[in-house]
């Protein structure tokens, strides 16, 4: 596993790289139905990559990660997806809302997995 700072920079550069990609080929994002959906998912991986960013960076400060972070970063997301397309904005948020769900199960599967560990030493 990438320690925290590694994976802060990472999280911040691939946020680049993909903000950068998607506005150099928002055009080819909005020229039919299918390419604005996967405009939209790629909008929510921005969000999933910020959000990382941002919670990395509230570890590091000693403080949880909580609601805030996830509003800034599906705020952020969607504003991009607004420069691509209106309908990016309604995929970006429900693709959203399914990576938020799994990093959720995925956190309490690493939390309970933790705990047991603590539990038998």
Not at 62 to 84: F, N, P, S
Not at 92 to 111: A, P, R, T
């Amino acid at each position: 596993m990438a320690s925290t700072g590694r994976s802060m920079l990472l999280s911040l550069l691939l946020f680049a790289v993909t903000l950068s990609l998607l506005e150099m080929y928002r055009g080819w994002f909005a020229s039919s139905e299918l390419k604005t959906i996967a405009g939209g998912f790629v909008s929510s991986l921005l969000f999933l990559l910020l959000l990382t960013f941002i919670g990395n960076y509230q570890e590091t400060s000693g403080v949880r990660t909580g609601w805030g972070a996830v509003v800034v970063a599906e705020l952020v997301a969607l504003i991009v997806a607004g420069t691509v397309h209106r309908v990016c904005i309604t995929t970006c948020f429900l693709f959203s809302v399914g990576i938020l769900y799994e990093v959720d199960k995925l956190s309490g599967m690493i939390l309970a997995r933790s705990e047991s560990k603590a539990r038998r030493y």
